[in-house]
């Protein structure tokens, strides 16, 4: 009984195998290729079909859907009558080598990026061929390096908090793995601290101390190269955080209550220049006048002096001719007060140029008596000159006659002396 049993076994199989030989056959050599990203590359996929002839051969390319649940995206399908039907996503940059005598159906792709990074499938239809494994996939990996990754701290750096620091690369193909190193404040690498966690770029620290900060490296890799990304973390008391928060706060609500203070100043500079232009010009022409009281039931007010006669009825006066005539009262009355204003600033500039004008006079004046200084001062000149002649004219005298008139001269001043032949006048002491 066990012989017979191993004998249809063993049948079995061979039918399988005999059926695995005539029916149709679609391969592609891997499970996966990788390319670098921009590079033109070439898919293979051969067939064999049952029958070496065949009318009509259907060959087709499909990619994975863009997002899990949607359907299979058709890249190409080629028909042995020689039509070729491309997507209009892949038009341009996808190819078909084919040779249906060879079973030869290989996709080519051009300028491959990061979309391209996903599975293909080559299928064969052929009638009356239907058994066997009639389609086979492959995926195609897009080498890409990463990216620069960007580091963030998630969470407030204050003692006895919990935070994270996250590593991620945008790109990067396969996608790299992270790993987080830490430096204390002396740039010295140091043993991660008790419960913390490194898992897909993401550090996480609990409990932060004083002990927690320091610098601290990303490293992103994958089988091309790595990149590095590097942050300073600073654990601060939680009312220093406080402090620096209410110091912005505090300095913003300044900043706008001084920006308020200017807008209302100038604008109250404003009002008052505009009031004192209307003042000093009157009603502008063409503006309306507008009483305080306003008017009742269409109510008609007018001015009635104590001289009217009581027998005479009011005189009904239009509202418009009656606020003209209003306007023009006050419009001349302020025009008056303007004028008069001008007149006493004209006056007050006239008796400013009189006064000019008597110092110009003044000036003038001192002008004359400066000019009568200097002449005297030129007659003194003209006297020191003739007193330092005369000087020089009796020092001359006296050289030419040997001090002879120099004498004479001194002589005047002296009283005159005795002859000496003249008797001696007696004496009254003298007795005869």
């Given at each position: 009984m066990?012989?017979s049993?191993?004998g249809?076994?063993?049948g079995?199989l061979?039918?399988l195998?005999v059926?695995?030989?005539v029916?149709?056959?679609v391969?592609?050599?891997e499970?996966?290729?990788e390319?670098?990203r921009?590079?033109?590359?070439?898919i293979?996929?051969?067939?064999?079909?049952?029958n070496p002839?065949?009318?009509?051969?259907i060959?087709?390319?499909?990619?994975?859907?863009?997002k899990?649940?949607?359907?299979e995206?058709?890249i190409l399908?080629?028909?042995s009558?020689g039509e070729l039907?491309?997507?209009d996503r892949?038009e341009g940059?996808v190819?078909?080598e084919?040779?249906?005598?060879k079973?030869?159906a290989n996709l080519?792709?051009?300028?491959?990026?990061?979309l391209?990074?996903?599975l293909?499938?080559c299928?064969v239809?052929i009638?009356?061929?239907?058994?066997?494994q009639?389609?086979?996939s492959?995926?195609?990996v897009v080498?890409?390096a990463p990216?620069v990754?960007?580091?963030k701290?998630d969470?407030?750096?204050?003692?006895?908090?919990?935070i994270s620091?996250?590593?991620?690369?945008e790109?990067?193909?396969?996608?790299?793995?992270y790993k987080w190193?830490?430096y204390?404040?002396k740039?010295?690498?140091?043993?991660?601290?008790p419960?913390?966690?490194?898992k897909?770029g993401v550090?996480?620290?609990?409990?932060?101390?004083?002990?927690?900060?320091?610098?601290?490296i990303c490293?992103s890799t994958?089988k091309?190269?790595?990149?590095?990304c590097?942050l300073?973390?600073?654990v601060?008391?939680?009312?220093?955080a406080m402090?620096s928060?209410a110091?912005i706060?505090?300095?913003?609500?300044?900043g706008?209550?001084?920006?308020?203070?200017?807008l209302l100043y100038c604008?109250?500079?404003?009002?008052?220049?505009?009031k004192a232009?209307?003042?000093a010009?009157g009603?502008?022409?063409?503006?309306?006048?507008?009483?305080d009281?306003p008017v009742v039931?269409?109510?008609?007010r007018q001015?009635?002096?104590m001289e009217?006669?009581?027998d005479h009825?009011?005189?009904i006066v239009?509202r418009?001719?009656q606020?003209k005539?209003?306007?023009e009262k006050?419009?001349?009355?302020r025009r008056?007060?303007y004028?008069?204003r001008?007149?006493?600033?004209?006056d007050?500039r006239d008796?400013?140029?009189?006064?000019?004008?008597?110092?110009?006079?003044?000036?003038s004046?001192?002008?004359?008596r400066?000019d009568?200084?200097?002449?005297?001062r030129?007659q003194?000149d003209r006297y020191?000159?003739?007193r330092d002649?005369?000087?020089r004219?009796r020092?001359?005298?006296?050289?030419?006659d040997?001090?002879?008139?120099?004498d004479r001269?001194?002589?005047?001043?002296r009283?005159?002396s005795v002859?000496?032949?003249?008797?001696a006048?007696?004496s009254?002491n003298?007795?005869?």
């Open positions: 066990m012989a049993q191993k249809m076994f063993a079995v061979l039918c195998v059926s695995m030989t029916a149709l056959q391969s592609i050599p499970r996966s290729y390319f670098a921009g590079d033109n590359i070439t293979p996929c051969t067939f064999k079909p049952k002839v065949n009318n009509l051969v060959i087709s390319w499909l990619a994975e859907a863009d899990p649940g949607e359907p995206v058709t399908t080629s028909y009558t039907d491309i997507t892949y940059r190819s078909l084919q040779d249906i005598a079973g030869v080519k792709l051009s300028s491959i990026g990061l391209d990074n996903r293909f499938e299928r239809s009638p009356k061929d239907d058994k066997g009639l389609a086979d492959t995926r195609l080498l890409v990216s990754p960007i580091c701290i969470g407030r750096a204050e003692y006895f908090q919990n620091l996250t590593c991620l690369s790109e990067g193909s396969p996608l790299p793995t190193q830490g204390d404040v740039n010295m690498p140091r043993a991660p601290a419960k913390t966690t490194d897909d550090l996480s620290l609990f409990n932060l101390t004083i002990e927690s900060s320091g610098y601290y490293t994958n091309i190269r790595s990149a590095k590097n300073t973390l600073s601060m008391p939680p009312s220093m402090g928060t110091g706060i505090g300095g913003v609500v300044v706008v209550l001084v920006l308020l203070s200017i604008c109250c500079c404003r009002k008052k220049k505009d232009e209307e003042y010009m009603v502008p022409e063409g503006e309306e006048f507008h009483d009281k039931n269409g109510e008609v001015t009635r002096s009217d006669d009581d009825p009011p005189k239009d418009h001719d606020y005539e209003r306007s006050d419009y001349d009355d008056s007060d004028d008069d001008r007149s006493d600033y004209d007050r008796g400013y140029d009189d006064r000019r004008d008597g110092y110009d006079d003044r000036h004046d001192y002008g004359d400066r009568g200084y200097d002449d005297r030129d003194d020191s000159d003739r002649r005369y000087d004219d020092v001359y005298d006296e050289r030419s040997g001090g002879r008139y120099s001269y001194d002589d005047r001043d009283p005159p002859p000496a032949n003249k008797p006048k007696p009254k003298r007795i005869d």
